[in-house]
C-alpha cells in the first residue's frame, strides 16, 4: 500500500466517525428530552432514565398544582398498563399513581389496583400496590388481593408473599383463613360499578380463587369443613349460595372437596349445565357416582380426590371385580399388566431432578384410588377405539407445527366405550410446537372425562422428551386432573405417561398403530 492510500484511508475513517455517532453506535440515545415531560415520557425513543425523570417531573407539576391532574394521570395510566413499558418506567408510573392522595384520584387508583392485582405476575409491581394499599387503607381491594395471593409464585413461600402482608394489615386480628373465606362469600366486595362486576365473569373467578387459597391454607380441609358447616348460611349472593350446595353435596355423596379453582369451576359443571342433555348426563353421572362411592371401605377412601370418582364410577359398572380389591391385589393387578412392555424414560434435562416413571418406584405412595385409575386408564389406552383415533391425531399433530395437540378422554354416555376427542387449539392458542393450550370448550366438554391428554409429536422421534415437561407437571396440578401425554417414538409407536397433580408419573408402556404396514 502506498503512503498515497495510506493518507485516504485515513481520512475516510475519519469522515465515518461522525456518521457511527449520527446513527446512534454509542451507547446513549441520540433522541434528547424536550423540556415537556408529558411528550418525553410518552417517546420510548428516550432512554428509560430520561422517561423515568420526565415521569417524576410531571407528578411534581401535578402536586404543585401547574398540571392537569387527570390527563397526567391518563398519561401514566397508558404506560403503566402497556405490556411494552419497560420494567423500571412502570414501577415509577405505578408508584407515583397509587400515591396520589386526592379524592378521586385514591378511587382511580383503587380501581385501577383491583383490575390489575388478579393477574399481575411481576411481584414488583404486585409489592408496589401493596405497599400503597396498606398505606390508603383499600379495604375493598381484599377479593383482587386475594386472588393475586392465589396464584403460584415460584420462589416466593406464601408466609412471605406481600400478599400475606397486605390481608394480615387491611384485616388486624382475623384469621387468615377467615378472610378469604369471607371473600369466597362476597366476592363483589369492593366492585364500585356494574362494568368492574361483570368483566370476565369476576363473581365466579374471584369464588373460585378464595377457595383455591384457602385450600392451599387448608391442606387437611378440616377449616374448610367448619367453615361450610357454620357459615354457609352467610352468603346473599345467589351464586356464592349455588356454590356453597355444590361443595356441600361433593362433601357429603363423595366425602371430597376440591383443591383447585379450577377443580371448584369443575364441580360447578357438573352440578350445573345450560345445556339439557349434558345437565341430564350430568345428573345421571352424578347418581351413579354415589352409589359407587358409597360402597367404598374407609381405607378406600383416603386419598380420595374428584379426578378419581369417574374411573371409580366406571369400574363399578365395568369391573366390579376391582371395587372389592386390596390395594395390594389392585397393584399385583397392574404388576402382572405391566409385565414385558417396553418402558421409555424421558431424558432429564440439566437442573432438573430425576424423574421417577416406573410403577413400582411409586407403588408405595400411591392410594387405593390412584390404583383403580391406573387401570382404568390403562384400559382405556388399549382398547381399539382409542389406539387407532390417537394415532390419527398424533400424525395430525406432527403435521401442524404450530401447536401440539391434546384432548380429552373419556366414555360415550351412548355406547359405554371409551374415546379419545380431540380440541384443536384455537389460533390464539397457538404458541409453540411445543406447548399445548387446551381450550375453554375443550375444559368445558371434560365434565365427566377421565383424563386430559396431549401429544409431544412435532418430530417422529421424541423418545428424549417421553414423558411430562415441566410446565406439563404445573398444567396437571392447576387443573387437578388425571393427565396422560402420547410421546412419538416411531411412526407406529407411541410412549404413553400417566401423571398426577401431586407429581406422580407412571410409565403405561408403548403402544403400536394397529394400521401400521
Not at 383499600?138 to 390481608?167: F, H, N, T
Not at 352467610?234 to 356441600?248: F, H, I, N, P
Not at 404450530?402 to 354416555?413: A, F, H, Q, R, S
Not at 407411541?494 to 404396514?517: E, F, H, K
Amino acid at each position: 500500500m502506498t503512503m498515497q492510500t495510506h493518507t485516504r484511508a485515513f481520512f475516510m475513517i475519519l469522515c465515518f466517525v461522525p456518521m457511527l455517532a449520527q446513527f446512534g453506535c454509542s451507547a446513549g440515545s441520540q433522541y434528547k428530552p424536550t423540556g415537556n415531560p408529558i411528550l418525553d415520557v410518552r417517546n420510548p425513543d428516550l432512554l428509560e432514565r430520561d422517561r423515568i425523570a420526565a415521569a417524576e417531573q410531571a407528578w411534581s407539576e401535578v402536586v404543585a398544582g401547574v398540571r392537569v391532574r387527570e390527563r397526567t394521570r391518563q398519561a401514566l395510566k397508558n404506560l403503566a398498563w402497556s405490556s411494552a413499558t419497560t420494567p423500571q418506567l412502570r414501577y415509577t408510573t405505578l408508584d407515583l399513581l397509587m400515591s396520589d392522595t386526592s379524592e378521586d384520584g385514591n378511587a382511580d387508583s383503587a380501581r385501577m389496583a383491583r383490575l390489575i392485582l388478579p393477574t399481575e405476575e411481576d411481584r414488583q409491581a404486585v409489592r408496589i400496590i401493596l405497599q400503597h394499599a396498606i398505606r390508603a387503607k383499600w379495604e375493598g381491594l381484599m377479593p383482587a388481593i386475594v386472588r393475586s395471593y392465589a396464584r403460584v409464585a415460584p420462589g416466593y413461600p406464601d408466609e412471605e408473599r406481600m400478599e400475606r402482608k397486605a390481608i394480615e394489615a387491611l384485616n388486624p386480628g382475623q384469621p387468615l383463613e377467615a378472610v378469604v373465606f369471607g371473600v369466597f362469600l362476597d366476592p363483589l366486595k369492593g366492585a364500585s360499578n356494574r362494568e368492574e362486576r361483570s368483566i370476565l365473569r369476576v363473581a365466579d373467578r374471584t369464588r373460585d380463587d378464595a377457595w383455591g387459597l384457602l385450600a392451599r391454607l387448608d391442606k387437611d380441609g378440616s377449616q374448610r369443613v367448619h367453615l361450610l358447616e357454620s357459615q354457609s348460611n352467610l352468603a346473599d349472593d345467589l351464586g356464592t349460595k349455588q356454590t356453597l350446595d355444590d361443595l356441600r353435596a361433593c362433601w357429603y355423596h363423595f366425602g371430597v372437596l376440591p383443591d383447585q379453582a379450577m377443580e371448584l369451576a369443575w364441580l360447578r359443571q357438573l352440578r350445573r349445565s345450560d345445556d339439557d342433555k349434558t345437565a341430564q348426563n350430568n345428573t345421571l353421572w352424578w347418581e351413579q357416582s354415589r352409589t359407587a362411592i358409597s360402597g367404598l371401605r374407609n381405607n378406600q377412601r383416603q386419598g380420595l380426590r374428584l379426578r378419581h370418582i369417574e374411573p371409580i364410577r366406571w369400574a363399578s359398572q365395568h369391573h366390579s371385580d376391582w371395587m372389592s380389591a386390596s390395594k395390594a391385589e389392585l397393584s399385583q393387578e397392574i404388576t402382572s399388566r405391566f409385565a414385558g412392555r417396553t418402558f421409555i424414560k424421558r431424558k432429564t434435562a440439566k437442573g432438573e431432578p430425576a424423574h421417577n416413571e416406573r410403577f413400582e418406584q411409586w407403588e408405595s405412595e400411591l392410594s387405593w384410588a390412584d390404583l383403580i385409575t391406573i387401570l382404568v386408564m390403562d384400559e382405556a389406552i388399549q382398547s381399539p377405539e382409542v389406539v387407532e383415533k390417537i394415532f390419527v391425531q398424533r400424525s395430525l399433530d406432527h403435521k401442524d407445527r404450530k401447536t401440539e395437540y391434546g384432548g380429552i378422554l373419556d366414555v360415550d354416555p351412548s355406547t359405554g366405550l371409551h374415546r379419545a376427542v380431540l380440541f384443536r387449539p384455537r389460533a390464539r392458542d397457538r404458541v409453540s410446537d411445543e406447548r399445548f393450550v387446551a381450550s375453554e370448550d375443550m375444559i368445558r366438554f371434560s365434565d365427566r372425562a377421565l383424563a386430559h391428554y396431549h401429544f409431544h409429536a412435532n418430530e417422529r422421534n421424541n423418545e428424549k422428551y417421553a414423558g411430562p415437561s415441566r410446565a406439563d407437571y404445573i398444567n396437571a396440578e392447576t387443573s387437578g386432573r388425571t393427565s396422560l401425554v402420547f410421546t412419538s417414538l416411531k411412526a407406529d409407536e407411541l410412549n404413553v405417561d400417566l401423571y398426577q397433580p401431586n407429581g406422580v408419573v407412571i410409565d403405561l408402556g408403548v403402544i403400536r398403530d394397529p394400521n401400521a404396514d
